[in-house]
């Protein structure tokens, strides 16, 4: 298909492409310099001491994340409604049971805290926040609860790379927190992903999960540190490589301003689609912080028949898709998960425009001009 307008692009140019090409030729590609270059970076950019542990993908950081906070068989996790199908799976796989927590509201699709602390029972172990579209969650609020209950928190910050909440980079409020670099991700290197933790002994627990509960790696042997190693616990093979490790260090350099351009064309999107009767712009008024805009969501009126506007849409050559269905239509989660009636009405009627840094305003306009003239077409 040849779309005018994509839902995303990659951020690339001659700096990724020399990045790689220098990591080549090095000969060392698998976990090595690069890898710890772009996890001191990442970390440096967090703040808070913040400790960092780059990894295969953001399902893997998940995953590390939900092991390493002591979840157990039997478990619950209080996790979000309104995400990536990620977020359930990394607590399922781990033999824990999900507990969903609403979305706020019809204009704010952040998880409601009300909603959180009402699920809390005693076998509740941990509550999984995800930051919708790089807005913030209301932290105040969630922190509080999770230190009265005695729960651990993770946040998944896969929509957030570089985002804040008033002033704090988000992934540092968790116990725990992971982010993904899947191509589409504010910060792309392909398939990659973070753990962050504050605390040494977590820390300790991510960094043997992600590689066969090892002490010793492959690079280590290189450098003459070590010659054997122990097994202190039971792990996975969960490493990047240097050929995405170099790519994460291109893109964390490029992301604030990647992320600013973002920001512009949301604003641009905001104005011409305040004019559109009918749409609900999620987060419209939004105040929690800087988000980074990793999605441009919007929620249709009740009568317009999405599936009709995605096709009126791409015969206008627009690329659109939506995020995310929802819970309770997947064969494996509808039997075992409660009603959440707010993020239900919005996976019905959600639909995600194009956005990536590098569109034009003249893009945007695009979009904007097929939304206004479809919207009236594909009404029921
Ligand atoms: C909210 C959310 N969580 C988790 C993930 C999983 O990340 P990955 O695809 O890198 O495994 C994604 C990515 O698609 C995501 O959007």
């Not at 998944?156 to 988000?170: E, I, Q, T, W």
């Not at 004019?275 to 805009?293: A, E, M, S």
Request: net charge neutral; proline share 5%; hydrophobic share 40%.
């Amino acid at each position: 298909m040849d779309w005018k307008v994509q839902l995303f692009q990659l951020n690339y140019d001659q700096r990724e492409y020399d990045a790689v090409m220098a990591t080549l030729k090095s000969n060392w590609i698998t976990m090595g310099q690069r890898t710890i270059d772009f996890e001191a970076a990442y970390a440096a950019e967090l703040g808070q001491e913040s400790k960092c542990l780059a990894v295969a993908n953001g399902t893997a950081a998940l995953h590390i994340a939900v092991l390493a906070a002591g979840v157990k068989p039997g478990d619950e996790v209080i996790v979000p409604s309104l995400t990536f199908i990620a977020d359930l799976n990394s607590v399922r796989v781990s033999g824990a049971n999900v507990v969903l927590a609403d979305v706020t509201s019809k204009t704010d699709w952040a998880m409601n805290p009300a909603d959180i602390e009402a699920k809390i029972t005693p076998k509740t172990k941990a509550v999984m926040i995800v930051h919708y579209a790089g807005y913030a969650c209301d932290m105040d609020a969630i922190v509080d609860i999770c230190k009265r209950h005695g729960v651990r928190l993770i946040e998944d910050c896969a929509h957030s790379n570089g985002g804040a909440y008033k002033g704090r980079k988000l992934g540092t409020f968790g116990d725990l927190s992971a982010w993904s670099f899947f191509s589409n991700k504010n910060l792309a290197v392909g398939e990659g992903g973070m753990v962050a933790t504050r605390d040494p002994e977590l820390f300790k627990k991510c960094k043997n999960l992600r590689s066969h509960g090892m002490t010793v790696a492959s690079f280590d042997r290189l450098q003459g540190r070590a010659v054997t190693y122990d097994v202190q616990e039971p792990g996975f093979n969960y490493r990047i490589d240097e050929i995405r490790a170099s790519l994460g260090l291109v893109q964390l350099a490029k992301l604030p301003e990647a992320n600013a351009s973002r920001a512009r064309l949301v604003h641009r999107y905001f104005s011409r689609l305040d004019k559109i009767p009918g749409l609900v712009l999620p987060f419209r008024h939004y105040d929690r912080g800087t988000p980074t805009y990793h999605i441009m969501p919007v929620l249709l009126p009740e009568n317009a028949d999405r599936g009709r506007l995605i096709e009126f849409m791409k015969e206008d050559g627009i690329q659109t898709s939506v995020h995310y269905p929802s819970i309770q239509s997947f064969t494996a989660y509808k039997d075992i998960v409660g009603p959440t009636p707010v993020a239900e009405y919005i996976s019905e009627h959600e639909l995600t425009l194009p956005l990536y840094p590098t569109m034009t305003a003249a893009e945007v306009d695009l979009v904007c001009d097929s939304v206004e003239k479809n919207l009236p077409r594909a009404a029921r």
